[in-house]
């Protein structure tokens, strides 16, 4: 960054080097395209120089005193040195210095073997110290927020963490707190460091002072066996380095230089949610229901009972009383595979859709992440990219932040970025909003088709040059669309005359009976479909349901027959991330003993079926073409057959026009939440969401209660109990939100748009009583 | 003796606090005419021909200063540096308080020079006193339409705001200062870009010290060839010292630049009976000492240069044979570590290392290899640092290590009779 290349060239001599780069470079950047190390700790390239460690230190001609490499741009004809007597003592002094006060604990220090502190000190330093009098103490283990653990006294006030803040997430919750060598790094609130990218600052710190609470003490770099992958938490797919001990996944790490997906940042999710692989309640066993309750049995006992059943609901039924849903969290291969199996069969009831989301490909009009940043507006539509999709929400930051792009967001529930966003309730009021920009974003969750068609036409109505995001609920959802883990549209998007239903009328189908096996991989509709009584009365209609995944879920605990299924870190295939990458996934452990992948049991299944399936290779010609496949259709397109929704109470009631005067729900989105990876790993417990309904001002003082009392929720039948409250000014009156994806309590026991009663919880009550 | 009046004219006579009493010594005048009269081109070309250098300690060419600024329509600013703490200055601070009028009028006829509506004077957190006088001064010179919306029916509008900083030796330095204005924390910014690119809330600033804008309204008044056919030839002018130290009758002095060391001792009534010089800090806490064999050199910027000292702010610090220079660089040495920012490591870590060491002298605990240690740290954190204040560690610290070493082997343990026990 920090420079605008105009074009022009300069020649720079670097050690004797001659070399032309472009105007402006700083010095500290050419020196790396000669091939010359400078050291540096405060400069870092994503956030440019800071110019306070003074390690960076040259020597140029003309110039009296060292100047610092990282503030520098190169002139015409600059001559450097970053070596000789005088650099050499400069580097020498500030190393001295940066120890006078360290606690050199490097044998105990997490950092040990990839320290910046460490490296330089030894490259760099003189060796042997004048210090005569005790080292400053300062504190130590410090608990900085859930994900963060701070050491104060190894810390050399390099800003990086509180420049990140700042400028990355524009969240500026880290702070330099007193001065001068009391200098501390600490949350400018004194609450606790929390925000969806805090684990970024441990990688940016050049030594051991921020570490990750998930990997303290646990290894040492040189210990650790590297592979590099994608991360399937969303749907940005960003690259990672899972770094793995003794079969174990202990760390995930930003690769550098993925410019193109990641930007060189995690999330905390994709960073921090890895310990569910090893967790005790790992499926690891097929299980199949006899009289009620499951009975572990082996794989062949587990294939060939499904494969008796299939070809019994077949004979009876035909193939429209089979169902098969999932896909967003498979690999490509495995959905390639699994709707070829079915296809075979002449199964057409075949969708991926397990939740809100009804599409996941933009089509053409889709836009990479770079063209994010360069759009003029950005216009968020549904579920906060921020909540879904962390690492595609920076680089709005970044455009709002470093381009000045307007951000607006339609009727949003998720709080605000802590960045300029205008907030508005209709499609014209963001038009107006947007004003005249030319190149307008729009990211969209995939839910509201109607909003969406309805602002893309505002758009073109403006002649702006549009770019379209579509959020993915699951992090292969777009891989699953170009699959063809749709009713009506097969791989590549290829229309499929006879379509077959989607999960809607799947599960009311199979309400009615006219399922008689379903097939659920890798997905949690009980949890996540917006109607659960419709779920659960599809399942428990159901004569047999197969579920394939890594936990008993929600929805597994409904089956007939659950299937242990692999992780993406434990297996190798592709999957294509909210933008079209084609992205690779690579197996960084092993799966556990017992736990076959989706593409395993495929294979099985279609040995039990006597079905024939395409070679390795001609899956991977047949994956690859699919990605390649870009259908014409834009947002809220129902290309992929019925889209039609559980019954969306509030799109009556907008419909007709009417409004009643009663607290409707609604659903937001959080990252740390679903009955899977997110609630099996017992190192997220301060990051998962925690169910809460946020009641404007005035329902709540209708209702008589405060921030922190409880509250029911009551539909009939159906309620959720005991819900804190947390009163909203920013919120509509009649408006109540809960969070998605929450199992202990579930937000889509109710419909969305649906009327609810609310009252002050008994057991609140009695208390006061 | 060559003390003059000038910006310290009326001082102790009459009380310029008033406006009608400043204005009755021709007070505002120089304003009127340059808002009514004058370009602001007029005003720049006449700081620029007088000479004037920046009174605050850095001594740049005020009118180059001002030179820099780009040609934009941006907003651009006037900050007046009111954070007088260098150990030994107090000009600023008296400026303040009796003469608050004048630096007023100063601060308008600098913002007009560069073309500024905005000007800001941020004052010292403990000029508690002299942020009261200059708010009063403020509101009487609203009062009549000298600041404002429409200066005068000039149609020029120009605002002046107070801003009371916190109390950090490191606002005086004017990125510094442009942060802490800004709300932030009182760190000095990298350079580039300098202020006169991107300063206060990004936009073209220039920030000039009390006593440089205050001289603007006599050359104003008097021509630049006034101004500059006094001092040296390359300080120009008059400047006001303060004297302290072992001084009969320390205080500010306003001298014509130029004015010979041994006489600047002399006004402040020389040393007290019965002692001798051993030592001059003649810039401020941040300036090396100069010694007997320099009495006879002109108290300017070159001079003092040369003599490895700086004229700095105008501080003037007198040392006679009582003084303990173990204690002295303990004392400076403390005061620069203490207000250290402490966002570079050669002046945050070297700062305070060096005055734990000092720390021990004082307290007859000097280690054999702490004397190399005190030349080679402070001389090796001098020029890696990103704001001045790094550098001014060394220059007293040197220059008494240099000249009086025995008083510092004194206190190295086994050459002080307390013995190591």
Known sequence: MAHQDSGEKVTVTIDGIPLQVPKGTLLVEAAKLAGIEIPVYCYHTKLGPAGLCRICLVEIEGMPKLQIACNTPVTDGMVVRTQGDKVTTG?????????????????????????????????YGRGTSDLADPKERKPKAVDLGPTIVLDEERCIVCQRCVRFDALIPGERRLVVKERGHRDIIATATGEPYRHHFTGN???????????????????????LQRTETSCVHCSVGCRQYADVRYGTLLRTMSVPGDDAISDGWLCDRGRYNIGFLSARERLTQPLHRRDGAFVAIDWEEALSLWADALRAVLKEKGAAGVGVIGGGRLLNEEAYLLQHLFRSLGIRNIDWRAGRQRQATPGNDGGDLAALERAQAIVVLGASPGERAPVLDLRIRKAVMRNGARLVRIAPLEAPPPIPATDVATVEEAMAAIGGAGRIAIVWDGVDVELARRLVAACDAQGAERFTYITGEQGNARGAEAMGMLPSSGPGYASLPEGGLSTDAMLRAAADGAIGALAIFGANPLLRYPDAALVRAALERVPFVAVADLFLTETARQATLVLPAAHAYEKRGTIINATGSLLPVEPAVAAPDGVLSDLEIAIGLAQQLGVALPSEEEVHRAVVAAAAAMPELTLG???????????????????????????????????????????????LAALRARQRVRLAVDDARVLG??????????????????????????????????????????????????????TRARAAVAVEA | MPVVKVLTAGIGEADLREIATYEARGGYRQWKRAVRELSPA??????????????????????????????????????CNCDEAEPGTFKDHMLLEENPHAVLEGILLGAYGIASHHAFIYIRGEFKRGYQIFSRALEQARAVGYVGTNVLGTGYDLEVTVHRGAGAYICGEETGLLNSLEGKRGEPRLKPPFPAVAGLYGMPTVVNNVETLAYIVPILERGPEWFASVGTERSKGYKIVSVSGHVQRPGNYEVPMGTPVRELVEIAGGLRPGRTLKAIQPGGGSSACIFEEHL??????????????????????????????????????????????????????????????????????????????????????????????????????????????????????????????
């Open chain 1, 91 to 123: 580097r020498a002094t500030v190393l001295e210095l940066f120890l006078v006060n360290h606690p050199l604990d490097c044998p105990i220090c997490d950092k040990g073997g990839e320290c910046d502190l460490q490296d330089y000190a030894m490259a």
């Open chain 1, 201 to 223: 600052v441990t990688e940016l710190c050049p030594v051991g002072a921020l570490t990750s609470k998930t990997y303290r003490f646990l290894s040492r770099p040189w210990d």
């Open chain 1, 637 to 683: 397109d129902v290309l992929f057959g019925d889209a039609a929704r559980a019954r969306d109470v509030a799109a009556d009631d907008r419909r007709n026009g009417e409004s009643a005067a009663a607290i409707r729900l609604a659903v937001e989105t959080a990252l740390f939440t679903g009955g899977g990876t997110c609630a099996h790993d017992e190192r």
């Open chain 2, 296 to 421: 006879d050199l002109p108290y300017d910027y070159e001079s003092m240069a040369k003599a490895g000292s700086m004229l700095g702010s105008g501080a003037f610090v007198v040392f006679d044979d009582t003084t303990d220079f173990v204690k002295a660089a303990h004392n400076l040495v403390r005061f620069f570590a203490h207000e250290s920012c402490g966002q570079c490591t050669p002046c945050r870590e070297g700062g305070h290392w060096l005055e734990r060491v000092l720390e021990r002298f004082v307290h007859g605990r000097g280690l054999p290899g702490d004397l190399e240690m005190l030349h080679r740290v402070s001389g090796s954190i001098t020029g890696l640092n990103l704001c001045a204040l790094g550098d001014s560690i060394e220059p007293f610290l040197k220059s008494v290590l240099r000249r009086f070493p025995e008083q510092f082997e004194a206190r190295v343990i086994g050459r002080n009779g307390v013995a190591a026990r």
């Open chain 1, 705 to 758: 209660v405060r921030d922190g009392d409880r509250v029911d929720i009551v539909v009939g039948e159906r309620a959720l109990r005991d819900l804190p409250v947390a009163v909203d000014a920013s919120l509509r009156a009649g408006t109540a939100v809960l969070i998605d994806g929450i199992p202990d309590r579930p937000a889509n026991l109710f419909l969305p748009g649906e009327v609810v009663q609310m």
């Open chain 2, 42 to 79: 007029d005003v720049l070309k006449a700081v620029d021909a007088s000479g004037l250098r920046g009174r605050g300690g850095a001594g740049f060419p005020t009118g180059r200063k001002w030179q820099f600024l780009p040609a934009s329509d941006a907003p651009r600013y006037l900050v």
